[in-house]
């Protein structure tokens, strides 16, 4: 049973710092892309950043590229995005997903190929 928490959302000033977590269990595959996605009230879900567990290559949006940085502790069971000279726009919630069919990069920000899905925590920038 795969289960992801993330943790690490909260409110700061633009330009401040937050790093979020994602600890997952049940969930072993490796060779495919682990993600965090974002969704504002209204919009659609957007891919911020993915990482290929099998060789460490990550992409972002444009939107957060030189500013975020996805990163993963296997012994630890823990994604986490870093998330540098945040902005207004960075503001809604977030979630980390993973599914073992996701193995292209090129398809790494279609939502809805991903099973498994966090909670969420919500980032608010002021």
């Known amino acids: 049973h795969v289960q992801l928490v993330e943790s690490g959302g909260g409110s700061v000033q633009a330009g401040g710092s937050l790093r979020l977590s994602c600890a997952f269990s049940?969930?072993?595959?490796?060779?495919?892309?682990m993600a965090w996605f974002r969704q504002a009230p209204g919009k659609e879900r957007e891919g911020v950043a993915t990482?290929?567990?099998?060789?460490?290559?990550?992409s972002y949006a444009d939107s957060v590229k030189g500013r975020f940085t996805i990163s993963l502790d296997r012994p630890k069971n823990t994604l986490y995005l870093q998330m540098n000279s945040l902005k207004p726009e960075d503001s809604t919630k977030y979630y980390c997903?993973?599914?073992?069919?996701?193995?292209?990069?090129?398809?790494?920000?279609?939502?809805?190929?991903?099973?498994?899905w966090g909670q969420g925590t919500q980032v608010t920038v002021s």
């Open positions: 049940g969930y072993t595959y490796s060779g495919n892309c």
């Open positions: 990482i290929y567990t099998g060789d460490g290559t990550t």
């Open positions: 997903a993973v599914d073992p069919k996701v193995i292209m990069m090129g398809v790494w920000t279609n939502w809805n190929l991903y099973q498994y």
